[in-house]
């Protein structure tokens, strides 16, 4: 069993940045796939980012392409996502899962196996 406990949302100006920080429980963290993904009010939960077990590839949303970077140290049992110019349509609350068998649809909510409770990221324009 793995737990995931996600901090660092906040209010940003549009612009800003913030860096969202999900720490995991569990000694099999450093071979999970890990993903970000976010929820905005009347929408479906969307994928932003994912990395694999030894953080050498990474996969992103065309939408954050290029401000977000996910990132994890498997030595603190955490994963990161630094979001960059931000923008308002960003806002939404923020969900980070862990995926034992590291397979091949990480940009799928259905690929993950445990989920976070989620921390909240407003951008105001």
């Known amino acids: 069993q793995v737990q995931l406990v996600e901090s660092g949302g906040g209010l940003v100006q549009a612009g800003g940045s913030l860096r969202l920080s999900c720490a995991a429980s569990?000694?099999?963290?450093?071979?999970?796939?890990m993903g970000w993904f976010r929820q905005a009010p009347g929408k479906e939960r969307e994928f932003v980012a994912a990395?694999?077990?030894?953080?050498?590839?990474?996969y992103y949303a065309d939408s954050v392409k290029g401000r977000f970077t996910i990132s994890r140290d498997n030595a603190k049992n955490t994963v990161y996502l630094q979001m960059n110019s931000l923008k308002p349509e960003d806002t939404a609350v923020y969900y980070c899962?862990?995926?034992?068998?590291?397979?091949?649809?990480?940009?799928?909510?259905?690929?993950?196996?445990?989920w976070g409770q989620g921390t909240q990221v407003t951008v105001s324009s």
């Open positions: 569990g000694r099999t963290f450093s071979s999970y796939a």
């Open positions: 990395i694999r077990w030894s953080g050498g590839s990474t």
């Open positions: 899962a862990a995926d034992r068998a590291g397979g091949s649809y990480l940009w799928s909510v259905n690929e993950y196996d445990y």
